[in-house]
């Protein structure tokens, strides 16, 4: 018998909340296990991977089979209901994580965002619809004749480089209801490779450009009067409105700010249900195309969050959110997201497929780091060494990979770009990397077909990349001639 609570048919409240108190103690050890693992901090390994690992080395897939059929352990130290609420938890919790992603954020005017991430746009855009086209190319040439995967394996390395661990887990009920039920399981491994090689790529990339003189950030006087994402102070005007606004309303700043979360995901999930109801009436009624009722919520939840943040700015409440609390409420959200899914991860699948896996992960790589190789000096105009590097760490793993990769190289934020990094995902998060087109791609494989589809990305691929060598990349020409 699992040592942590006796099975019973479904599972009760009592049993998600052991759950997350278990997820918790996890996270614990894989906080003291990276402590005393040099490795792991070299590599900047977060803590929630070491714990997710742990959850399932010690769950039935890993010691379970070490122990044998007739061992106490033969399901492993937890038990089916605490498994069954892990399994359930990615796709819940990924819509926390989404809703926050904007909440607090002051939005500047669209063309003064475009202005300053128009570059970071392009080139971030061209490297995801690269990585459809790869994987696509490689799954219609390779991964579907010779090993009989499903078509839609070729979205599975933008779903889980660009994606990030907490997009894999919230597309595996989608994948599963595609017929594709082993893609979850593959997209959370290629989330852990990304991480991993995008940190170790970056680290081998930097080095390389500090010998090359590439990173002119190293050159010049830090810039004091630029926003570093994610860090930049209130201003104390905010914090006064702040204390205005709550002064009367006897609550807690946390219960405050998840209900702001709650009204995002409740507008994302209204969202999604009338463009179902809107699909149904039009091109996907009588066995029509349909593409909407496959989305999932969490993109529809990064939108709403938007619309929630636009709503309190024009009724002049916006200081009632506050961007910290928001981010350690999606940071833990994320948390759980990838403990738990890395807990449920099947590796019987990973090991039916490994030969797939490993083309699809050495693929994206390359991609990567061509891409940023040969297309980044072409299309960014300025310290492109710095601002490149984020949008490869975050192709390749999470968004504070990017940050972690940009900081490397550039500390003080000379070049200015972690602004424009920031105001990138503005116009990236929403479509690619989690968004309505990283939710709808599966899909339109299944609809469109594969070849429907590589055609499709191919062409945005294109745009991105015309746009990036012809507008954005005219710009470094220009400044390089006047200087």
Known sequence: MPLFLATSPGFQLSDAFFAFVLAAILLLLGRLIRQKLRILRQLYIPSSIVAGVLALLLGPQVLGQVMGPESPLAEGVFSANIRQVWQQSPGVFINVVFATLFLGEILPAPRDIW?????????????????????????????????????????????GFEGGHGTAAGMADTLTELGFPEGGDLALGLATIGIVSGIVSGILLANWGRRKGLIRSARLEPDTGT??????????????????????????????????VGLSVAAGWLMLEGLKAFEQLTWGGEGGLTVLGYIPLFPMALLGGILVQLLLRRLRLEALVMRSLMERIGGVALDITIITALASISLTALGENLIPFALLALLGIAWNVLAFMYLAPRMLPDFW?????????????????????????????????????????????????????????????????????????????????????LVTGRRRRRSLSEG
């Open 115 to 159: 202005r300053k991430a128009s570059p970071q746009v392009a080139f971030g855009q061209t490297l995801a619809w690269g990585q459809y086209v790869v994987g696509l190319l490689l799954g219609l040439l390779v991964l579907t004749p010779v090993f009989g995967l499903s078509p839609i394996a070729g979205t599975l390395i933008e779903i």
């Open 227 to 260: 926003e570093v994402y994610g860090v930049t102070p209130e201003h104390p005007d905010l914090v006064a409105a702040r204390e205005r606004l709550t002064s009367d309303l006897l609550v807690d700043p946390i219960s405050l700010n998840l209900g702001f």
């Open 385 to 469: 060494f710095e601002r490149g590097i984020g949008d490869v760490g975050q192709s390749m793993g999470v968004t504070a990979t990017g940050i972690l990769l940009l900081r490397m190289v550039d500390p003080e934020n000379r070049s200015g770009g972690f602004e424009s990094f920031a105001y990138k995902q503005l116009f990236f998060e929403p479509i690619v990397g989690g968004g309505l087109f990283t939710a709808a791609a599966p899909v339109l494989v299944v609809q469109l077909g594969a070849v429907g589809t590589l055609l499709l990305t191919g062409v945005l691929l294109l745009f991105w990349l015309a746009f990036g060598l």
